[in-house]
């Protein structure tokens, strides 16, 4: 009797540093039990092994900034029963994504030799832009903890169960003394998706937003408690123009403070 198929899983990437692939392979232990329990058929971090879809799960990294990037990951889509984003770059375009709020032409002719070579579209645009995603797994580089709940989830079922708070939350759940009350120093803890631990804040830093915004974030508040601590509206701005700073909350509050500036 012919044993039960296991579940394909792809892992893709596009304009990305590749560290939410790494965050992956950091598994370590759970990974195993996953590649037990599934089949890679496509991981070149991993792996060289290529197997053909459909998959069951495709996660894909990196943000879509060429006209090959947008023909790809609809093929990718087609070919995929799930798809969930991975990363910065993957959920709201990536640091590259800063290039979205000038002219992409004048970095091109600044940065390479042969402009003329450069076959790139004018923004660098989330995977959600483009094609229908099942999950978002935020961060920079994500949380691998909540990968392995995501790639569980999927497996099972289930619509994966990660948190939706803000990162002061987690300040609290570890003792840590909030930096902008008790030191005045700025934070965008308040306005961003838990995930990292409140790794900054525990180190006396301010929060500086790489998981992106939590859900319904008050950046307007944000924006008015920074300015009460002295910072000038461009510091503001460029406070929102991160890791997700084509993220839609982050994307809107930045221009505010650029046209008041």
């Given at each position: 009797?012919?044993?039960?198929?296991?579940?394909?899983i792809?892992?893709?990437?596009?304009?990305?540093?590749?560290?939410?692939?790494?965050?992956?392979?950091?598994?370590?232990?759970?990974?195993?039990?996953?590649?037990?329990?599934?089949?890679?058929?496509?991981?070149?971090?991993?792996t060289?092994?290529?197997?053909?879809?459909?998959?069951d799960?495709?996660?894909?990294?990196?943000?879509?900034?060429?006209?090959?990037?947008a023909?790809?990951?609809?093929?990718?889509?087609?070919?995929?029963?799930?798809?969930?984003?991975?990363?910065?770059?993957?959920?709201s375009?990536?640091?590259?994504?800063?290039?979205?709020?000038?002219?992409?032409?004048d970095?091109?002719?600044?940065?390479?030799?042969?402009?003329?070579?450069?076959?790139?579209?004018?923004?660098?645009?989330?995977i959600g832009?483009?094609?229908?995603?099942?999950?978002?797994?935020?961060?920079?580089?994500?949380?691998?903890?909540?990968?392995?709940?995501?790639?569980?989830?999927?497996?099972?079922?289930?619509?994966?169960?990660?948190?939706?708070?803000?990162?002061?939350?987690?300040?609290?759940?570890?003792?840590?003394?909030?930096?902008?009350?008790?030191?005045?120093?700025?934070c965008?803890?308040?306005?961003?998706?838990?995930?990292?631990g409140?790794?900054c804040p525990?180190?006396?830093?301010?929060?500086?937003?790489?998981?992106?915004?939590?859900?319904?974030?008050?950046?307007?508040?944000m924006?008015?408690?920074?300015?009460?601590?002295?910072?000038?509206?461009?510091?503001?701005?460029?406070v929102?123009?991160?890791?997700?700073?084509?993220?839609?909350?982050?994307?809107?509050?930045?221009?505010?403070?650029?046209?008041?500036?």
């Amino acid at each position: 009797m012919a044993g039960k198929r296991k579940p394909k899983i792809a892992v893709w990437k596009f304009a990305s540093c590749d560290g939410c692939q790494l965050s992956l392979l950091d598994c370590e232990d759970e990974l195993l039990a996953i590649a037990g329990a599934v089949e890679i058929a496509y991981f070149p971090e991993a792996t060289r092994t290529r197997l053909k879809g459909p998959y069951d799960l495709s996660l894909v990294e990196g943000s879509i900034t060429t006209p090959e990037d947008a023909a790809r990951i609809h093929h990718i889509r087609r070919s995929s029963k799930a798809l969930v984003t991975i990363g910065a770059c993957a959920t709201s375009g990536g640091i590259q994504a800063l290039r979205n709020f000038s002219d992409v032409k004048d970095f091109i002719s600044i940065v390479y030799a042969e402009p003329a070579y450069i076959d790139t579209l004018t923004q660098s645009t989330p995977i959600g832009e483009h094609v229908a995603v099942d999950f978002e797994l935020r961060g920079c580089p994500i949380n691998k903890a909540q990968l392995v709940e995501v790639i569980t989830a999927f497996l099972a079922g289930r619509r994966p169960k990660t948190p939706a708070h803000s990162i002061c939350m987690e300040c609290k759940r570890r003792g840590t003394v909030c930096v902008m009350v008790a030191g005045a120093t700025p934070c965008l803890g308040p306005v961003t998706h838990a995930g990292c631990g409140a790794l900054c804040p525990a180190y006396g830093r301010g929060c500086y937003g790489c998981f992106g915004p939590m859900e319904v974030p008050n950046t307007e508040a944000m924006s008015g408690a920074w300015k009460a601590l002295g910072a000038s509206e461009g510091e503001v701005m460029r406070v929102f123009r991160n890791f997700n700073a084509w993220s839609a909350p982050f994307r809107t509050e930045s221009e505010a403070h650029e046209k008041e500036e």
